[in-house]
């Protein structure tokens, strides 16, 4: 079989494929969120049909989710800190181990190794860098909110 030709076919089927995925997966969130909107709408259309009088700015209100604190979204960029550093010093060990192992016959591997974990060490390393600075600098923020939400 000639190689060339399936080269060809996956060279012209592959931009078909990525540009399908992706107006797939923007439709489907993007339908999504008008499903949402239109049953929040519908609600409170209804409630008003039932109390004209009702305030419509509380009723939306009790839609929003609650709002996450400082201490709670500082917390998740020490997780994406984390994560992010793993997988960058997981690239980079296994840069090593082809290295290592491999010599020569790997450096078709040392490119895409690097692309992947260089920003990804950065990334990971911004994050914690931004947890920490954070952490110091709204520790009072962080106390003042921790008094104000009710206890649970």
Do not use: H
Not at 29 to 54: M, Q, S, W, Y
């Amino acid at each position: 079989m000639n190689y060339d030709i399936l080269l060809a076919a996956k060279n012209a089927i592959e931009p078909v494929c990525t540009t399908t995925l992706l107006v797939l997966t923007t439709w489907f969130v993007t339908r999504t969120v008008i499903k949402k909107n239109e049953g929040k709408r519908d609600i409170i259309l209804t409630a008003l049909e039932k109390n004209p009088n009702l305030d419509t700015g509380e009723l939306i209100k009790s839609f929003q989710t609650g709002s996450s604190t400082l201490k709670e979204r500082l917390l998740k960029k020490l997780l994406w800190g984390i994560i992010f550093t793993f997988a960058g010093l997981l690239g980079l060990a296994m840069l090593l181990i082809a290295t290592i192992v491999g010599g020569e016959a790997n450096k078709d591997v040392y490119a895409p190794v690097i692309l992947f974990a260089a920003p990804a060490l950065a990334v990971g390393i911004s994050f914690l860098l931004n947890y920490f600075i954070g952490k110091k600098m709204l520790a009072k923020e962080i106390e003042a909110e921790e008094k104000q939400r009710p206890k649970e």
